[in-house]
């Protein structure tokens, strides 16, 4: 199996310089302060948008939890309709000063590094997923729904964590006990995470192995 790769030089903490910090909060009103949970990915049905919302309106209602924030990250790439949808239901629970959304950033290793924790709330399987790769890489954990490729790039309860699928109950628990958690494990979750990319997804490793299996195929012929 040759897994596919990410440009670990690219998706790289420390080469995040903090002016670009500065300059991303600034521009769209951001609060470091509060637990930022972040969901990158366009805006269409499948990427569980819904769950997202619906799981952070459970999660404001949970008693002793700390002040947060949810940005949904992506472009609705033409699905008005959808992107509607969304806004009437962050307005109907009465979230709107708690998810913000965001429809483009031209670098997304400075939206990882400013996030406490990224969801991958896909509801359809995906053959790989960047963002679970992508967070991991940034040394952020990660929380994806249990199908598609995450289940074999996250290292469960060392790398990230899965929840059920569809299940906005779940999630919302399990970011409940994440939120729970000192920042010392969150960061060594973050370490962790990095170094299972470095291990398996980078992708100079990738074409380097795939490179190889075509010279073995070439030298039987």
């Avoid at 290793?109 to 890489?137: D, K, T």
Wanted: proline share 3%; aromatic share 8%.
């Amino acid at each position: 199996v040759i897994f596919r790769g990410i440009n670990l030089n690219y998706f790289d903490p420390k080469k995040i310089v903090p002016s670009k910090i500065e300059q991303f909060l600034k521009k769209h009103e951001v609060d470091r302060n509060k637990f930022i949970i972040l969901l990158p990915g366009r805006l269409t049905s499948w990427k569980g948008q819904k769950v997202f919302v619906e799981a952070l309106k459970l999660l404001n209602s949970k008693e002793n939890i700390q002040s947060f924030s949810g940005i949904i990250l992506g472009s609705d790439q033409g699905r008005t309709v959808y992107k509607k949808q969304l806004i009437g239901l962050v307005e109907q629970h009465r979230l709107s000063k708690i998810i913000k959304f965001i429809d483009h950033c031209e670098e997304m290793p400075v939206a990882y590094r400013i996030a406490n924790l990224v969801c991958s709330c896909s509801i359809e399987p995906e053959a790989f997923g960047r963002v679970s790769v992508e967070a991991q890489a940034m040394e952020v954990p990660i929380i994806a729904s249990d199908i598609g490729g995450s289940i074999e790039t996250i290292v469960k309860n060392k790398t990230g964590f899965l929840y059920k699928n569809k299940d906005s109950n779940e999630l919302a628990n399990v970011l409940h006990s994440i939120m729970q958690k000192d920042y010392n494990s969150l960061k060594s979750i973050g370490f962790e995470g990095r170094k299972n990319v470095i291990k398996k997804f980078d992708v100079d490793k990738m074409c380097h192995t795939t490179f190889t299996e075509y010279k073995k195929l070439i030298g039987l012929l």
